[in-house]
């Protein structure tokens, strides 16, 4: 990020707790809305989304902050937290709390789930959606996982299913074979970048494995029934939608967003996985920015 972009940190209160952002950039220009965005997860941090710190230099504030239980945020220990409901409140929070009136959201992975979840709810001033590798359906994204996984080489196959039959996913032998799965599906840079490798050394586990389960393809927690495909036809405002080719959220998972809300914009990136804004940084923010300034200035 450029050195002459001003940045601010500080917290917000939420239920008792104190939940972290970031500001970067002064204000914005004429006719421009800043970016508030929602980190994946659940449980990780905002750190892989620095590059999207890019956006500032296009006048507007870009906003990040880390989810309750997250990264700078506080991290209490309560299974039942861990919530949609919560995070919900969180994001109203945020928005009322940092006068974000009028904004655009983005969501990556988890955090477009919650986008969605929140446009669901209609809110004021909710300018546009942008949903980065994010799925509709937790049951699609299994058995897409699944199908995935299912083409990994034979004996990282082996390892995962010898593991997981013997309920031993702490093995070293396990995680890096579930890092091959990564390597190919959730970011195909190497090495990754250092923001990538913060988020998955700051991830709590109680959150993760709460609502997800122990990785991208075993699901066991909360979230494994979540499915609004039936629902994303009552969302009303711009959408871009945004996967890439080897995305563990797969084309078909972003066709089915894509279709489902009503005019919205859908780029698949083709040299990307999960992250295309880490994998194809300088393409992603010329069609992040072009989207952002098409809400704003409709012809």
């Known amino acids: ?129 942008v949903l980065a590798s994010s799925p509709a359906s937790i049951p699609l994204w299994a058995e897409e996982t699944a199908r995935l996984r299912s083409e990994l080489p034979e004996d990282v196959r082996q390892t995962l299913d010898e593991n997981e039959q013997a309920e031993t996913l702490d093995d ?15 970011c195909r840079t190497d090495p990754w970048p250092d923001g990538l490798n913060r988020s998955f050394a700051k991830v709590n586990p109680e959150v993760y494995g709460t609502m997800q389960g122990p990785n991208e393809f075993v699901i066991t927690g909360t979230l494994k029934d979540w499915d609004i495909t039936d629902r994303l036809g009552e969302i009303d405002v711009p959408t871009l939608v945004t996967s890439g080719r080897y995305d563990e959220c797969t084309p078909r998972q972003a066709e089915i967003v894509h279709r489902g809300i009503h005019g919205s914009q859908r780029v698949l990136f083709d040299e990307s996985s999960h992250v295309a804004f880490i994998e194809e940084r300088d393409l992603y923010m010329q069609v992040l920015g072009d989207f952002l300034a098409g809400v704003e200035n409709p012809q």
């Open 172 to 186: 070293p032998a396990y995680e890096k074979a579930t890092m091959e799965f990564y390597k190919r599906h959730l």
């Open 1 to 129: 990020m450029s050195s002459n972009v001003r940045a601010t940190e500080g917290h917000v209160a939420f239920r008792g707790f104190q939940t972290w952002y970031r500001v970067v950039g002064e204000g914005e220009e004429p006719g421009k809305l800043p970016l508030l965005c929602l980190h994946g997860g659940p449980g990780f941090s905002y750190d892989y989304l620095e590059s999207l710190e890019d956006m500032a230099r296009t006048g507007r504030r870009v906003i990040f902050y880390d989810q309750l239980g997250a990264g700078n945020s506080d991290r209490p220990s309560d299974p039942e937290l861990w919530t949609v409901e919560l995070f919900l409140g969180e994001l109203r929070t945020i928005r009322e709390e940092l006068d974000l009136d009028r904004v655009h959201l983005f969501g990556s992975s988890w955090g477009g789930m919650l986008a969605m979840e929140y446009a669901l709810t209609r809110p004021a001033g909710l300018a546009s959606l």
